[in-house]
């Protein structure tokens, strides 16, 4: 059974951070790259940032561009979403999901990922 589980969502203040976790299980990883969307109430689901599970190499939505980072421990099939100097506009629920197409590398759509996790809600307060 594919599972996508994140955790560490949170309330925060804005300047703050905070770490997301995605453990994946179920599905071969080093085939699939992992992203983290978000959804604000009212809004698209947006791309965040992704990573390829095989050789590291990551996307970032200029939004996030030098305040998030993504990383992954293959070993424990987590993928991490460090954000940093987070902004009352980065509240939304956040998603993982898992994809085994490599477009995502220019573009993050949410209809090709294949698998998702059931999101973990971010407030940042101002």
């Known amino acids: 059974e594919v599972q996508l589980v994140e955790s560490g969502g949170g309330l925060v203040q804005a300047g703050g951070s905070l770490r997301l976790s995605c453990a994946a299980s179920?599905?071969?990883?080093?085939?699939?790259?992992i992203g983290w969307f978000r959804q604000a109430p009212g809004k698209e689901r947006e791309g965040v940032s992704c990573?390829?599970?095989?050789?590291?190499?990551?996307y970032y939505a200029d939004s996030v561009k030098g305040r998030f980072t993504i990383s992954k421990d293959n070993a424990k099939n987590t993928v991490y979403l460090q954000m940093d100097s987070l902004k009352p506009e980065d509240t939304s629920v956040y998603y993982c999901?898992?994809?085994?197409?490599?477009?995502?590398?220019?573009?993050?759509?949410?209809?090709?990922?294949?698998?998702w996790g059931q999101g973990t809600q971010v407030t940042v307060s101002s």
């Open positions: 990573i390829s599970m095989s050789d590291g190499s990551t």
């Open positions: 179920g599905f071969s990883f080093d085939d699939y790259a």
């Open positions: 999901a898992a994809t085994p197409d490599g477009s995502w590398r220019t573009a993050m759509r949410v209809y090709n990922y294949d698998y």
